[in-house]
């Protein structure tokens, strides 16, 4: 049987996000049936509502996203209805040349389930029976959402769904970075440029590392104060600082040993680049448009063996690394609390998307 539910909607680019009744199917074989609990409101999400991240609409936002199976499909055995999940917005089919080497953050069925479940299908209807697109193979900024069970992740009873939505994308994606692509070592340095959601993480993955030196830049005073509540030793305002470059080298003594560029510009990747040490690595992070692009000079590439890498969700393997966060934030360890800057109910969704893009929040999330 299908459900009837409220659902966060983007209908045109670049103009309020609209809450609507929506209809989502009973899940077919594979497939899991999810009321959601909480859902985390990413920047990602308003980079589908401004375009950044072109996708067709409509479309059903959210892809950080916790709450309870209520219907299973057929065949599917490792999940029951009343258990706990986080969803991912990468499959894992566990078939895949990237699966099957440990990378299933780079599944390729995953790759192609970009507004629909993995085999193209979609679940979901509008009130008027027009079928919906849903973000990344999730569609979770709803109150029920049906997904296919490669893209969800069941996790021990008792974890508090609000924090756990977190795992999902944001704590993933930038703790993730630290420990699965850097490697980060103790008493590295390291620059964090961008302090939101996913920066946040960075800088706290980077201090439960050891990283002696943490830099954080960012152009607002209450996200770098934010960031020094997260690990960061150092602080660097971008709109002050006429040269983060010089300003990161002269706190170093020649340049960081990592930089994460966490917002998803061009320029911000090649001041990354520029400003790690010899050796030292520079990862991109934050999702930039299409037509942007990095130029690097190329000699510096090989005369000071500098790296320059993507990290894309933390090079999850979700089902291994979600536990261990939760982990870690149950040993507190993981600060996932103080991430929560505002609850929003799913009919103030508009409101938590105008916070998101003035910068007000470390993360708003939506709670049902």
């Given at each position: 049987m299908g459900r009837k539910a409220k659902a966060v909607i983007c209908r045109r680019n670049n103009a309020p996000v609209v809450v609507e009744q929506i209809e989502v199917e009973s899940p077919h074989r594979g497939e899991v049936m999810v009321k959601l609990g909480a859902c985390g409101v990413c920047h990602s999400d308003l980079s589908a509502v401004n375009g950044t991240i072109g996708m067709p609409l409509p479309l059903i936002l959210g892809h950080e996203g916790a709450g309870t199976v209520v219907e299973v499909g057929e065949g599917v055995t490792e999940l029951a209805g009343g258990d706990l999940v986080i969803s991912s917005f990468v499959n894992m089919c566990g078939k895949c040349r990237y699966c099957v080497t440990g990378r299933p953050h780079l599944c390729d069925v995953g790759a192609k389930a970009i507004i629909s479940l993995p085999d193209g299908s979609l679940r979901t209807r509008d009130a008027k029976g027009a079928p919906l697109n849903i973000f990344s193979a999730c569609g979770v900024m709803a109150e029920y959402a049906t997904l296919h069970v490669d893209n969800v992740v069941k996790i021990a009873p008792g974890m508090p769904l609000a924090q756990a939505a977190l795992i999902s994308c944001g704590v993933m994606t930038g703790v993730g970075a630290v420990f699965n692509t850097a490697k980060v070592v103790p008493g590295a340095s390291v620059l964090v440029i961008g302090a939101g959601g996913v920066g946040l993480n960075?800088?706290?993955?980077?201090?439960?590392?050891?990283?002696?030196?943490?830099?954080?830049?960012?152009?607002?005073?209450?996200?770098?104060?934010?960031?020094?509540?997260?690990?960061?030793?150092?602080?660097?305002?971008?709109?002050?600082?006429?040269?983060?470059?010089?300003?990161?080298?002269?706190?170093?003594?020649?340049?960081?040993?990592?930089?994460?560029?966490?917002?998803?510009?061009?320029?911000?990747?090649?001041?990354?680049?520029?400003?790690?040490?010899?050796?030292?690595?520079?990862?991109?992070?934050?999702?930039?448009?299409?037509?942007?692009?990095?130029?690097?000079?190329?000699?510096?590439?090989?005369?000071?063996?500098?790296?320059?890498?993507?990290?894309?969700?933390g090079s999850a393997r979700p089902r291994e690394d979600f536990p261990r966060l939760i982990a870690a934030y149950q040993a507190k360890k993981l600060k996932l609390d103080e991430l929560i800057t505002r609850s929003y109910r799913i009919d103030e969704a508009a409101q938590a998307f105008a916070d998101l893009e003035a910068g007000r929040n470390a993360r708003g999330v939506i709670v049902f």
């Amino acid at each position: 049987m299908g459900r009837k539910a409220k659902a966060v909607i983007c209908r045109r680019n670049n103009a309020p996000v609209v809450v609507e009744q929506i209809e989502v199917e009973s899940p077919h074989r594979g497939e899991v049936m999810v009321k959601l609990g909480a859902c985390g409101v990413c920047h990602s999400d308003l980079s589908a509502v401004n375009g950044t991240i072109g996708m067709p609409l409509p479309l059903i936002l959210g892809h950080e996203g916790a709450g309870t199976v209520v219907e299973v499909g057929e065949g599917v055995t490792e999940l029951a209805g009343g258990d706990l999940v986080i969803s991912s917005f990468v499959n894992m089919c566990g078939k895949c040349r990237y699966c099957v080497t440990g990378r299933p953050h780079l599944c390729d069925v995953g790759a192609k389930a970009i507004i629909s479940l993995p085999d193209g299908s979609l679940r979901t209807r509008d009130a008027k029976g027009a079928p919906l697109n849903i973000f990344s193979a999730c569609g979770v900024m709803a109150e029920y959402a049906t997904l296919h069970v490669d893209n969800v992740v069941k996790i021990a009873p008792g974890m508090p769904l609000a924090q756990a939505a977190l795992i999902s994308c944001g704590v993933m994606t930038g703790v993730g970075a630290v420990f699965n692509t850097a490697k980060v070592v103790p008493g590295a340095s390291v620059l964090v440029i961008g302090a939101g959601g996913v920066g946040l993480n960075v800088i706290q993955g980077c201090a439960i590392a050891g990283a002696g030196i943490i830099i954080a830049a960012d152009m607002t005073e209450h996200k770098l104060a934010l960031a020094q509540q997260f690990g960061a030793t150092h602080t660097l305002n971008t709109g002050r600082e006429e040269n983060l470059v010089k300003a990161v080298k002269k706190l170093t003594g020649g340049g960081v040993d990592y930089a994460f560029e966490c917002v998803g510009l061009g320029k911000m990747v090649e001041q990354a680049f520029r400003a790690v040490r010899k050796g030292g690595t520079a990862l991109v992070v934050g999702v930039a448009r299409g037509d942007d692009s990095t130029s690097l000079k190329t000699a510096s590439i090989t005369f000071e063996e500098k790296t320059l890498t993507g990290s894309y969700y933390g090079s999850a393997r979700p089902r291994e690394d979600f536990p261990r966060l939760i982990a870690a934030y149950q040993a507190k360890k993981l600060k996932l609390d103080e991430l929560i800057t505002r609850s929003y109910r799913i009919d103030e969704a508009a409101q938590a998307f105008a916070d998101l893009e003035a910068g007000r929040n470390a993360r708003g999330v939506i709670v049902f």
